[in-house]
């Protein structure tokens, strides 16, 4: 290992939480799996929902699927971090799972819509990042909704129609990334990472570090 990487290691620092939000078919789950893949210290944060759930889906790990009166006994109990209606759904990010991962300084990636990042920035506005994913274009985006072909028709010109008033919200994350070729887009969301790791108020490992450097013996 690199010295450089073995030093960031032991630089005790604060969970990064990156929250990842698009119209959907603009690629974020995509580029969260890519990350997840490519980064152990990631962990997703797996929303509630109480859409139906999809063919390729897995109940727990891409979501838990639960139904309204459940969602709304956990929402009744603040079981619940966030919650947000999408397209006619209720998603909720559960909340145990975050401030356990906050407390044990690990980094969380979220993968939910504007107004979730909203509620989130004003309940933890030091620990979150936030990136809003654009398509190249709106054609694109029908293309790869229609392309992934895991919705109907009306749901997908339902998103489309939403996908308007999500973009409008840009302008409130952190960065922005345009997800045309989906290897630069990921190659600039891992930049994003790398960068927000060093800041310093993330690091609160680095006073004994440089500490340890002003107190070293040299002959
Ligand atoms: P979201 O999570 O934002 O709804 P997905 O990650 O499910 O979007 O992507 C929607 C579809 O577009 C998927 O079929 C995915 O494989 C495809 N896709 C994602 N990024 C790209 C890209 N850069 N170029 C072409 N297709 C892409
Ligand atoms: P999908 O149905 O395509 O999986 O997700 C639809 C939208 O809901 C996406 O914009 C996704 O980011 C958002 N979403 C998923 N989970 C959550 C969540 O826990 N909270 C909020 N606010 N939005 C979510």
Known sequence: MPATAAIDRTVRRRGLMLVLSSPSGAGKSTISRNLLESDPSFELSISIT???????EIDGRHYHFRSRREFESMRDADEL???????????????????K???EGRDMLFDIDWQGAEQL?????????????????????????????????????????????????WRDYDYVVVNDDLDAAFAQVEAVVT?????????????????????????
């Open 101 to 103: 991962a906050l407390a």
């Open 50 to 56: 109480t859409r139906a759930r999809r063919a390729s």
């Open 121 to 169: 920035r004003e309940k933890m506005r030091a620990d979150i990042v936030s990136i809003f994913i654009l398509p190249p274009t709106m054609r694109e985006l029908k293309g790869r909704l229609r392309r992934r072909a895991e919705d109907t028709e009306e749901v997908i010109a339902a998103r489309l129609r939403n996908a308007l008033a999500e973009i409008r919200h």
């Open 81 to 99: 971090l966030e919650w947000a209606e999408v397209h006619g759904n209720f998603y909720a990010t559960p909340r145990a799972p975050v401030e």
């Open 195 to 219: 960068a927000e790791r060093l800041r310093r108020d993330r690091r609160p490992g680095l006073f004994d570090f440089v500490q340890g450097l002003l107190d070293e013996k040299l002959d």
